[in-house]
């Protein structure tokens, strides 16, 4: 059973990028999916709520800091969640994460705050995460 997030990369200013989230093991679409982000020295504030999506991709939110710019979005089929980043920004380099769980609810109420990183562990499934690194 795994969850994987891949897809970053270097990137310029105002480039793009697509982050997959890929789940072996289980049915990814039998969960919502939220995105989660750390950026470098600011380990003390915790992984940013980035995104979510509900299991059946119809229901999306983002944070502020992103909204406009990232779009979730999945293919149950292939088991898969992408993260489609444009236009992006030095800010936005971090270490992406993906996790699913059973409840959207929880994700979406968590949106655009900070977490402890641990607690990652408390959704039903996480995995390691992809570095992204946008330079100026």
């Known amino acids: 059973v795994q969850l994987q997030a891949s897809g970053g990369g270097l990137v310029r200013d105002g480039g793009s990028l697509r982050l997959s989230c890929a789940a072996s093991?289980?049915?990814?679409?039998?969960?919502?999916i939220g995105w989660f982000r750390q950026a470098p020295g600011k380990e003390r504030d915790g992984v940013e709520v980035?995104?979510?999506?509900?299991?059946?991709?119809?229901?999306?939110y983002y944070a502020n800091s992103v909204k406009g710019r990232f779009t979730t979005s999945r293919d149950n089929a292939k088991n898969t969640v992408y993260l489609q980043m444009n236009s992006l920004k030095p800010e936005d380099t971090a270490v992406y994460y993906c996790?699913?769980?059973?409840?959207?609810?929880?994700?979406?109420?968590?949106?655009?705050?900070?977490?402890?990183?641990?607690?990652?562990?408390?959704?039903?499934?996480w995995g390691q995460g992809t570095q992204v690194t946008v330079s100026s």
């Open positions: 980035v995104s979510c999506i509900s299991s059946s991709g119809g229901s999306t």
């Open positions: 093991g289980f049915t990814l679409g039998d969960y919502a």
């Open positions: 996790a699913a769980d059973a409840s959207f609810g929880t994700l979406a109420t968590m949106i655009g705050g900070y977490i402890p990183k641990r607690e990652l562990y408390q959704f039903d499934y």
